[in-house]
């Protein structure tokens, strides 16, 4: 556990002990140990609020009908915190308690941070939970857009930042291969197959009109026209179908390969029709009282459970409907024995949430064992105008496009620029400027910066050796801790403070399904970093002080290197 979350904890118990004191003495109103409120501590907005804040006093006031400020006022009077660096404790506005601490505490952040290397931010919050999350999903019928790249790019990091916080997880991606889709996939691509061979067919109007298609066809028919042409049409649509996926899925994979994204599983909804899963599933609905017969379908009772309308499962024609597949799936991955599943959609599938939420309860399952992320639209822009067609597949612009252009860490690090549930605008330009303006540059810039330092420093001889990118300076024996307390500087004290909310930050970021947090906090060291470098003189500063700020310039290459990296996005020693 790293040392801030050490402290954090020791002084949350601090806190939640002066409760149970100050209920004890009759200070809250009576209420009994179980009524207290669980302690949490949070950073202040403002670093004038105090290194850390809790309501704990607020909500126990609100439980025992008190003023929360003099709850607050006993609370203190009962808080032995010992060993805990507190310097001062504030009353303020309604009952919120700021805890200020001595910055001595900061100076072992550096050297946690120098101590853990590679795996400081790593907590074991999560130990013995299995995680799933399912991104992108997307149809094989076409390219990766830009839509899906910021699915991959959430979903991912996402994925990195709850391993990092000690889950179990494992990635997954449900390849839409079944249902009335592909049919009519395969008709689009039987037209444009006769096409090639140079009759005069029409498109139907809801078929898959982009171009990459018609190019597939074209090869296929130059190389094996004869062989397709003598199958019956149903047959010849079935085998182009299944064709054309394999050849769009191993795009897709060769995209997201690009993009820095892998999955450990790739489930076909193939798969559900092939073994009986969705009957099955079907059964034991019918089987829990869950659905019933109207007009010809076979519904399920969603509403009983907070959906707006009850859902069918099978149409009057006895085909299962997508919701139907959507329910064997969810069931298989709770059978695969995840305490959590998180899928992340997009925008258009927000409506989705209650009636899958439903469908986890009708199966008896915890509706909250499901959690859905919703990504938003991305408005690409070039120099601030709207970019709209692909040369290529005649749809929105393609991620292979987009990566080729600006490179995979700048569309990376802009997809999770902003939360997921908002809407993000995406300037081409702006992705390839190498200035302060580029969010990822400035970001990149940083970690180089801070190598430039160190080489420099090897050549100033003041170090041996510059640190390997995998080393620190105080595990590879190059620097002594000692002068840490010099460490004094109004930005030396903010920059070690940020240092010290990593851990946490990837807890939180795992836990609210939310790794935007650690873009902004990879921005947020990194201009911490460049006003320490500006207002704090490092090399040709006396030596005990020159090799403290070295050391806290390592672990801040160290911290942003990690965050970078569960960002999926790479940390150059040069640039």
């Known amino acids: 556990m790293s040392v801030a979350m050490e402290l954090k ?3 949350s118990r601090a806190v939640a ?5 100050a209920a004890a003495a009759g200070e809250l109103g009576g209420l009994a140990p179980e009524e207290l ?4 501590l949070e950073v202040p907005r403002e670093r004038a609020h105090g290194d850390w804040s809790t309501n704990a006093a607020f909500l126990a006031g609100r439980a025992a009908r008190r003023d929360p400020r003099q709850v607050a006022e006993a609370l203190l009077r009962f808080l032995a915190a010992e060993g805990c660096y507190l310097q001062r404790v504030e009353v303020a506005g309604p009952g919120f308690i700021n805890f200020y601490l001595d910055p001595a505490w900061l100076r072992e952040v550096v050297r946690d941070v120098e101590r853990s290397g590679l795996s400081y931010g790593r907590t074991e919050v999560g130990r013995g939970q299995r995680v799933q999350v399912e991104f992108v999903s997307a149809n094989p019928t076409g390219p990766l857009h830009i839509g899906h790249g910021r699915g991959a790019a959430v979903g991912s990091a996402l994925a990195s930042a709850l391993e990092w916080a000690g889950y179990e997880v494992s990635r997954e991606f449900y390849i839409n291969d079944a249902g009335n889709q592909i049919a009519r996939f395969g008709e689009s691509l039987d037209v444009r197959f006769r096409q090639a061979l140079g009759e005069k067919v029409e498109l139907p109007a809801d078929g898959y009109h982009g171009q990459d298609l018609a190019e597939l066809m074209r090869e296929l028919a130059e190389r094996e026209a004869d062989r397709y042409l003598r199958l019956p049409p149903a047959e010849r649509q079935e085998k182009l179908a299944a064709y054309a996926m394999a050849v769009k899925l191993e795009e897709i994979r060769r995209d997201l390969a690009a993009f820095g ?23 034991l609905l019918r089987e829990r009282g ?7 379908a076979l519904w399920l009772a969603t509403t009983r459970f907070g959906d707006d309308k009850d859902r069918v499962l099978v149409r009057q024609n006895g085909i299962p409907t997508y919701f139907a597949a959507d329910v064997a799936y969810h069931h298989n991955k709770m059978q695969r024995g995840f305490h959590q599943v998180i899928d992340v959609w997009g925008a258009d599938h927000h409506g989705y949430i209650p009636r899958m939420k439903a ?8 509706p909250a064992a499901l959690d859905v ?14 970019v709209v067609m692909s040369k290529r597949a005649g749809q929105l612009v393609t991620l292979a496009e987009v990566v080729a252009e600006v490179g995979r860490d700048a569309a990376r690090f802009l997809f999770l620029l902003r939360s997921a549930d908002s809407h993000l ?5 702006l992705a390839k400027r190498q200035s302060d303006e580029n969010p990822v540059y400035y970001a990149q810039y940083a970690h180089a910066r801070i190598s430039s330092l160190l080489r420099q420093a090897a050549e100033a001889r003041v170090l041996e050796r510059p640190p390997a990118q995998e080393e620190t300076l105080l595990r590879a024996g190059l620097a002594a801790d000692e002068g840490l307390d010099r460490l004094t500087h109004p930005t030396e004290v903010e920059l070690c403070r940020l240092l010290a909310d990593f851990p946490e930050e990837v807890v939180l970021a795992a836990q609210r399904r939310e790794p935007h947090r650690l873009t902004r906090y990879v921005l947020d060291v990194a201009a911490a970093f460049h006003s320490f470098y500006t207002e704090c003189r490092v090399l040709g500063s006396e030596p005990p002080l020159e090799k403290a700020r070295l050391l806290l310039a390592d672990a801040t290459r160290v911290v942003l290197r990690n965050a970078l990296q569960i960002l999926g996005v790479r940390a150059p020693e040069r640039m």
């Open 9 to 11: 904890g020791r002084l």
């Open 17 to 21: 002990e002066a409760l149970r004191r």
């Open 37 to 40: 409120p669980p302690v949490a």
């Open 261 to 283: 994204v892998a999955f450990d599983v790739w489930f076909p909804e193939s798969r559900l029709h092939a073994e009986g899963a969705i009957q099955r599933v079907l059964e």
């Open 290 to 296: 869950m659905t019933y017969e109207q007009d010809g």
């Open 359 to 366: 469908a986890m309860a009708a199966l008896g399952y915890d």
């Open 373 to 386: 992320v919703i990504t938003q639209m991305v408005n690409l822009l070039r120099e601030g105008k709207p």
């Open 425 to 429: 605008d995406f300037d081409l330009e």
